[in-house]
């Protein structure tokens, strides 16, 4: 099945948020079984059908644009008026939403300073999670973008976008996954939440994938669709499926997705197991991002830092992720066992196994505030 016990979730995501260290601030460069359902078996949700009407599911509206910029090199200096109206956003600065703070606070303006103001307590700690609930549309490419931008600027690197989405626009979906593919996410299905049709070019695109809820696809619908027969409909999606078929390659996903795209139909929904999942380079670390990772870390700290640790999380896994713990009861655990492998390391204390955590235990670091976009002149835009 896709989902897993609680304990599992939270040990995966604990040490999701230990490999986010593997990816250092951009320095080189700024059912156990196969399942076809109708969408009506996850509950509280509309069919593929009814979802295709309001502009959820897997929709294309033209072609593909070009892939974005990362939020430093492609973001307006003038942050144009944005809100978030697709869905609901809200900002944590801690991994779980298992916690008094829950899922954080409400996000909807996405003018400059409301950004800041939403992830200034997150930056001492250096976590975020993102939670996003909605439908995938250009203001999500705008608030995946804008936070992505000021969590750079506020050094807050261990990024989680906490994702229940029946999907949206194929062409937004892959604008925003070229961010969060440029800029270090991990993407979390959690239990009870789902990711379907266009939402999975999201979830592809994260340097590590958690998933416990529902993951399934069906075929895109053209809108703006002009074809009398099969074949016109076919030639209007072969350049939509080419660009997908790119956008899948890139991010070290299996194209087999967009074979299913073509052929499950829009009325229903193809449900990927946990096998599948993984198959298809969507679940777990994303190994392509993973060589790179390790080729900048080894870069930048030495290939024993590597080595060392490479041992400690092994032995994290070993000792520390025993059935039943806690999250904090794993954090003691990783804090004791780090010191055995040497860590925080002298020359790269913020590439070290739990950082975040020498961060916040030091009470004379004073925060530091984004400078402001140059077009900005002191009021909210």
């Given at each position: ?17 230990l ?17 076809e ?10 069919t ?6 309001r ?18 090199e ?6 144009p008026?944005?809100?978030v ?20 606070a409400?996000?909807?303006s ?26 995938i ?5 705008d608030?995946v973008?804008?936070?992505a ?11 989680i ?20 593919g ?45 074809a ?33 795209m073509m ?16 198959e ?10 993973d ?17 060392r ?10 000792e520390?992720k ?33 950082s ?14 984004p ?11």
């Amino acid at each position: 099945m896709l989902s897993r016990p609680p304990f599992l979730a939270r040990a995966a995501l604990l040490t999701v948020v230990l490999l986010a260290a593997c990816r250092p601030p951009d320095q080189d460069a700024a059912p156990d079984a196969m399942a076809e359902a109708p969408t009506a078996a996850a509950p509280a949700q509309d069919t593929p059908a009814q979802q295709a009407e309001r502009g959820d599911g897997a929709v294309s509206s033209g072609p593909p644009a070009a892939p974005a910029k990362a939020p430093a090199e492609g973001l307006p200096t003038d942050w144009p008026t944005a809100t978030v109206a697709s869905g609901e956003a809200r900002v944590s600065c801690q991994a779980e939403y298992n916690t008094d703070s829950g899922d954080g606070a409400p996000l909807q303006s996405l003018a400059f300073f409301s950004v800041v103001d939403a992830l200034s307590p997150c930056q001492k700690g250096g976590v975020l999670r993102l939670r996003y609930q909605g439908k995938i549309a250009a203001d999500f490419t705008d608030l995946v973008a804008r936070v992505a931008d000021i969590a750079g600027r506020m050094g807050i690197h261990k990024r989680i976008l906490d994702l229940d989405s029946a999907g949206g626009q194929v062409e937004d979906a892959i604008k925003a996954g070229d961010v969060i593919g440029a800029d270090g996410w991990t993407i979390w299905v959690r239990e009870g939440s789902i990711c379907h049709s266009a939402c999975v070019f999201v979830l592809g695109a994260g340097d590590n994938r958690l998933i416990s809820g529902k993951v399934g696809v069906h075929r895109i619908i053209r809108m703006s669709s002009t074809a009398t027969t099969r074949a016109e409909l076919n030639d209007e999606l072969r350049g939509v499926y080419g660009r997908v078929k790119d956008y899948l390659e890139r991010n070290g996903v299996a194209v087999a997705i967009a074979d299913l795209m073509m052929t499950v139909p829009n009325r229903r929904l193809r449900l990927l197991s946990k096998d599948e999942l993984q198959e298809y380079g969507l679940d777990g670390t994303n190994a392509a991002q993973d060589d790179l990772d390790r080729l900048r870390l080894m870069r930048r700290c030495g290939e024993d830092f590597v080595l060392r640790r490479d041992a400690f999380m092994r032995s994290f896994d070993g000792e520390c992720k025993t059935a039943g713990a806690g999250l904090d009861e794993m954090q003691a655990c990783g804090l004791a066992l780090r010191t055995r492998f040497g860590f925080p390391d002298a020359e790269c204390p913020t590439d070290s196994p739990l950082s975040e955590f020498d961060r916040m235990a030091d009470s004379d670091e004073a925060p530091v505030l984004p400078e402001l976009p140059a077009e900005a002149s002191g009021t909210s835009p």
